[in-house]
Structures are given as C-alpha cells and as structure tokens.
C-alpha cells in the first residue's frame, strides 16, 4: 500500500469518518489482499461499529500475515476486553507490549484494561509505565489519576508517593479527586502514622514542634494541603491541636520559629484558607486569638514588625484580609514561604473585591427564591478551589462525548461549527474552564447569580489564560428574555435549588438549538438518605447556616460518628463535608429538591429531551452496571438504571450528571 493510501486511511480514523474507512479499506484489500496496515485499520474500524467479531477477523488475518504485529495484538486485546474474554484479552495485550516494549500507549491502555478486571496493583503499574515513557502526555497522567481515585493503599510506597506529587502537577489531574487516595498511602508513612498516635493520645502540645518538624519533610503531604481540603477525619483532629498549640505557643512567646516549623505553619495557614476555617474552635481558642489579635495590632500599630508566626498562625483561624492592618503587611518584605500566604489571603482577595463591581448582568436578579440562593453564594463563594483540571485537548462534540461513554447523538451536524455553550450556574468556574478545555472551537457563556463566586471565577480564569469564557451575572429564571440560543447547556447542581426545578428546565431546553446537547446535574432521592436525616437534626437544633454554627454542627456530628451511628458516619465521609462552603451547601441548603430517576425520566419525556448516558468521574459504576446489565441499549435506559440504583444506592451520592439531547 502506498504511502499517500495509508495517510488517507489514517485521516479517515483520525477525523472519525469510520463509515467511510471501512468502505476504503474493503475496497483497498481487492488490490492488495495482504496489506497488513489496512487490515489493521478494518478491523478499527469494524470495533469502532460494535461489529467485534468482524473486527477479531481482521486483526486474526494481519497476524496471520505479519505474526509480529504489535498493534494488531493490541487492538484485538482491546476488543476481546470489550467481549469480557478476560484471558484473550491479556494474551495478546501482554504479547504486543513484548513485541513493541516502548509503546507508551498500550501500557496506558492495559492500565484502562486491568483496571476493568478490578486489578488495580497491576494498573497502576502499567500506568507508571506508560508515564515513564511519556512524562508530558497529560492524557496518559489522566488516566493514570482515573485508576488512583479508587485506590485504597494499604502501605506507604516511596515510589508511587513520588509519581502521586508529580499527577499533582499535572494539567489533566484534580487534586480533590485523588486526595484521597494520597492520605489513604500517607497514613502508612512512619512520621504520618506517629503523629496521629500522639494526635489520639492528646500529647500534642509538648511535641508540637517535632510533629511540624517531621510533617514539613513530607513533599506529598505539603503539597496536598497546599492544593485540596483534606476529606479525613482523624486528619483533621490531629491538625486542629496543631492548631491549637501553635495558638498558645505564638501568644505566650517572643521567640521567632526555626524553618522548618515555619514551613508546617505557612501550610496549615493555607490549607486552612482553602477548607475556609471550617475547623471547630473551642471556647479557650476564641479568647486566645483575641490576645493575638491585640498583640499584632500592637505591633503593627506602633511601627514594629511583628513576628510571622503570630499573623500565620492568626491566618489558620481567619481570613486575615479582614483586619484593617492588613495592608502594613504588604509593605513589608517577607520569605517566600511568608508571601504564598499573604498572597493567598490579602492581595487574591483585593483582586476579587476589584473585579465585583466590573461583571456585566446579562438579566436582573428579582425573583425571591434567586436572591435568597444569590446571598448564601456571596457569603460562601462555592467552591474555594486552587487548581482543577482540564481536557489534553480539545475534541470535537462526538469525540469528546464518546471518551466519556456517551451514547453518540443520531446528529449534531446541525450545530454550529463555533459551538455555543452555556453554564448555567458556573459557581467558581470550575465548570466553565473544564468545558471550555472540553470542545474544539468553542464559546462558552458562564452565568450566575453571586458575583463574589465570579469574581472568583475571573480571577482564576485569568490566570490559566482561558480566552473563550465570558462571566456574567444571571439568572436562570429570567433567561426566556435573552433572545441567544446555544448548541451546549450545562446546569449541574443548580435545578434542583429551584422553587420549580421542572420550570428551570423548561427555561434551558428553549435557549437550546434543535439537536442540542445538555448535561444536567440533580440530587438522588435514594443516594441522599443520610443527609436528610442530618438535615432534619440541623432543623431540630435550630442550628443557622453561619459559619460558627456550621462549625458546631459538624462537630457534633463528628461525635454521633463516634458513637458508631451509622448515618452520621456516612455524612462525614462526604468530600463536601470539609470544607465551609461546600459543609454549608451539604447540609444548609436554602431549598433543596431531589429526584429518583424513574421522575428523572418523566420529566425528560415531557420535554422532549432524550438521555443518552451518565458521566462519571470513574469507570467503575458503570462497569458495575454492564455486569448486572450486559443488554444493547441498557446504558441509556433510566428505568434500567434505577433497578441498579436500588441495588448500589452510594453510585450516585454526590448526583445523577447526565447528557440528553433535544429531539424537537
């Protein structure tokens, strides 16, 4: 086969007209019979059809004509995967790696693969394989991160801690989503495990320094609070005395910290800006820190330079933008380690303040329900992130859809080759970079009511350089006034706060072009048992939504946990759970409704919405779902889904995200 032959096949594949490259290939194989290449690329393309067994075919002839064909091995693997044939599948999966041992992505691939089987230690090495070879394919870091998040370590490994800090870093990877897994690994680390001992034994104020000490020398747990809320319980306990002892110590003495204790202080002040002070303070701490309040301002007020420590440690309770010396703090010249937080907690926060005033309304913020949902999003800006992920690269609408195991759409050819897309309730950003990231040629419309949330949101756009995403405020409730239609719609976790989440949606599905896409996020009725429960315990003490009583709360419902009461044992296993304002958006909603799929799918049908399939952050519920459901067509079933649901009632805990398309 010629070279210009090969290219136009490739092309085929590459741009995925699969139609029209199995056509070729048939008529390339009357010429030349033997072409290995191209029954390579048939076989490709039979797979890409769901035609599997035409596809084992032709990967079964270009072995037989070229017995060492990597890729064909591979390929066949893979579909013999998709069959469930287990022992097939690694056969040649394993073969083509021997033939071809630098290939980065057949190791990634067998990672997807085993991870399937449920062979995680086995994944993740093929994983760090495929990373060792390609270092900077952030796709490949992707799905290295995608086996990480459901990985409970059971021993600390200094190798895979060492390519854990370096997923940290990379584009594709969030670190929440796997922070997890870290502090699952970091609880065998000998210091890590040493300083909870101490943490239970309630010794923490006469070791403090060696504790913060030791700490300071683990990279992987530095940087994990520099990045996410720490989802652990006993974790917390042990940084709140920390805390606490830091608090006594900074009050009573003169005496300047050595580095390393310094080190541990500048991070836990930062980590406890990112969970947003949600850590308890008892009673004792209050009248501490308002002798430490007095000493800085003491300080400050009178020309000295105070002590880092105090105002550091000042920084682990309260934001320190808050106190009227902060901008004497400015003019001072400080350590790197000092200035990430007075960076973090003074000069961010001016910035946000100036853009406030500057976000242009796209409609008015009138109704009740939205201003009483826009003032519990400006008091708590949902949520406070540092870093989230974006996509490798941006992919057309079907490709992109179908990496996420999306039911392809019949046709979304009739969308505009600029692709129009709206977030309908963008919080922080969070979701409009990653859909910007998402989709090739791409403009993305963020609204939303609060304007500190987008103030937050501008800020961290402009510093990723995300060029196609406008910030305005809005309301989904008054978006019928707005004559713009677009091609993508995503609302999640938005709906479902509304007086009438049905209405909501109605308003959405008119500003969609016909064959439009959305993806929609709503609470499960079946997956939320536990909350409403702690939601009606919030009620019965009369707790409020401040920040003070969303501390007590949680604290008490720390203490039922240890009663081994079982629902309040769920509740704090949420990620939501440690951090302020997600903590006062779990358990504090201003109005919440939840659905069952089997509603779900009455209210698409009103609609004329069609579902095509969940997006999850991870392959396994649905890999769960095709064992107890291996039928054509069952992921795409809501009434299929609710049977699995019932079964497996935590897969949708945070909540049902899925895409339909509009029919009409």
């Known amino acids: 086969m010629s070279s210009s032959t090969n290219n136009t096949l490739l092309s085929l594949l590459q741009f995925g007209q699969i139609k029209k490259l199995e056509q070729a290939c048939e008529?390339?194989?009357?010429?030349?019979?033997?072409?290995?290449?191209?029954?390579?690329?048939?076989?490709?393309?039979?797979?890409?059809?769901?035609?599997?067994?035409?596809?084992?075919?032709?990967?079964?002839?270009?072995?037989?004509?070229?017995?060492?064909?990597?890729?064909?091995?591979?390929?066949?693997?893979?579909?013999?995967?998709?069959?469930?044939?287990?022992?097939?599948?690694?056969?040649?999966?394993?073969?083509?790696?021997?033939?071809?041992?630098?290939?980065?992505?057949?190791?990634?691939?067998?990672?997807?693969?085993?991870?399937?089987?449920?062979?995680?230690?086995?994944?993740?090495?093929?994983?760090?394989?495929?990373?060792?070879?390609?270092?900077?394919?952030?796709?490949?870091?992707?799905?290295?991160?995608?086996?990480?998040?459901?990985?409970?370590?059971?021993?600390?490994?200094?190798?895979?801690?060492?390519?854990?800090?370096?997923?940290?870093?990379?584009?594709?990877?969030?670190?929440?989503?796997?922070?997890?897994?870290?502090?699952?690994?970091?609880?065998?680390?000998?210091?890590?495990?040493?300083?909870?001992?101490?943490?239970?034994?309630?010794?923490?104020?006469?070791?403090?320094?060696?504790?913060?000490?030791?700490?300071?020398?683990?990279?992987?747990?530095?940087?994990?609070?520099?990045?996410?809320?720490?989802?652990?319980?006993?974790?917390?306990?042990?940084?709140?005395?920390?805390?606490?002892?830091?608090?006594?110590?900074?009050?009573?003495?003169?005496?300047?910290?050595?580095?390393?204790?310094?080190?541990?202080?500048?991070?836990?002040?930062?980590?406890?800006?990112?969970?947003?002070?949600?850590?308890?303070?008892?009673?004792?701490?209050?009248?501490?820190?308002?002798?430490?309040?007095?000493?800085?301002?003491?300080?400050?007020?009178?020309?000295?330079?105070?002590?880092?420590?105090?105002?550091?440690?000042?920084?682990?309770?309260?934001?320190?933008?808050?106190?009227?010396?902060?901008?004497?703090?400015?003019?001072?010249?400080?350590?790197?380690?000092?200035?990430?937080?007075?960076d973090e907690q003074i000069n961010n926060i001016k910035i946000d303040l100036n853009l406030y005033n500057q976000i242009p309304q796209i409609t008015p913020v009138k109704k009740i329900i939205s201003q009483n949902i826009r003032q519990q999003y400006e008091e708590n800006p949902y949520p406070r992130w540092v870093k989230t992920d974006i996509y490798d690269k941006p992919r057309a609408i079907k490709e992109s859809l179908k990496l996420a195991k999306i039911n392809i759409p019949t046709d979304v050819k009739s969308l505009s080759n600029s692709t129009e897309i709206l977030i309908a309730g963008c919080g922080t950003g969070q979701n409009a970079i990653i859909t910007a990231s998402r989709f090739i040629n791409c403009n993305v419309l963020a609204i939303d009511l609060s304007l500190n949330s987008l103030s937050y949101a501008i800020r961290k756009t402009q510093q990723l350089g995300a060029l196609n995403i406008e910030y305005q405020q809005g309301d989904i409730l008054e978006l019928n006034k707005i004559k713009k239609k677009f091609d993508i719609i995503e609302s999640v976790g938005v709906l479902h706060h509304l007086d009438d989440p049905l209405s909501g949606l109605k308003i959405l599905v008119d500003k969609l072009h016909s064959n439009g896409l959305m993806k929609i996020g709503l609470y499960s009725e079946t997956a939320r048992q536990a909350l409403i429960e702690a939601q009606q315990y919030i009620i019965e003490k009369k707790y409020t939504a401040t920040p003070e009583d969303v501390r007590q709360c949680r604290n008490d419902l720390f203490e039922m946990s240890v009663e081994s009461d079982l629902k309040m044992t769920e509740i704090i296993d949420y990620n939501d759970f440690y951090s302020l304002s997600e903590c006062r958006d779990l358990l504090f909603p201003t109005l919440e409704h939840r659905f069952t799929l089997l509603q779900i799918n009455e209210m698409l049908n009103e609609l004329n919405l069609v579902f095509i399939g969940f997006e999850f952050s991870s392959n396994i519920p649905r890999n769960k779902f095709i064992e107890l459901f291996p039928y054509s067509d069952a992921l795409v079933s809501l009434p299929l889904w609710h049977r699995f649901e019932l079964k497996n009632p935590e897969i949708f805990g945070g909540m049902y995200q899925f895409w339909v398309q509009k029919t009409k």
């Open 27 to 342: 008529e390339q194989l009357k010429i030349s019979p033997q072409s290995t290449t191209t029954l390579n690329l048939l076989g490709l393309a039979h797979k890409e059809q769901k035609k599997l067994q035409k596809a084992i075919s032709a990967f079964d002839q270009a072995i037989q004509f070229k017995s060492d064909f990597a890729e064909a091995y591979h390929n066949r693997g893979l579909v013999f995967a998709e069959l469930g044939l287990k022992k097939e599948a690694f056969h040649d999966l394993y073969k083509s790696i021997q033939l071809a041992p630098k290939q980065a992505y057949f190791y990634n691939n067998i990672g997807i693969i085993l991870q399937k089987f449920s062979l995680v230690n086995e994944a993740l090495e093929s994983h760090i394989n495929a990373v060792t070879l390609e270092p900077k394919n952030s796709y490949f870091w992707g799905s290295f991160s995608d086996c990480v998040k459901g990985v409970s370590f059971t021993a600390y490994d200094e190798t895979i801690a060492s390519y854990l800090l370096q997923m940290y870093e990379q584009a594709t990877v969030h670190p929440k989503d796997i922070s997890r897994a870290v502090i699952s690994m970091l609880y065998h680390h000998p210091d890590i495990s040493n300083a909870l001992k101490i943490s239970e034994s309630n010794l923490i104020d006469k070791q403090v320094d060696f504790i913060a000490i030791k700490l300071s020398k683990i990279p992987l747990l530095i940087r994990t609070m520099e990045l996410a809320p720490i989802a652990d319980i006993k974790i917390e306990k042990l940084f709140t005395q920390m805390r606490q002892s830091m608090l006594r110590k900074v009050v009573k003495t003169k005496m300047p910290e050595p580095e390393d204790v310094l080190t541990f202080y500048t991070t836990l002040s930062i980590h406890c800006f990112i969970n947003e002070y949600i850590y308890y303070e008892s009673d004792e701490e209050k009248h501490e820190l308002k002798t430490l309040i007095d000493l800085i301002e003491f300080d400050l007020n009178h020309g000295s330079t105070t002590l880092p420590e105090r105002f550091i440690v000042l920084g682990t309770y309260k934001l320190l933008n808050n106190f009227s010396w902060a901008e004497k703090l400015l003019k001072q010249k400080w350590s790197h380690k000092i200035s990430r937080v007075i």
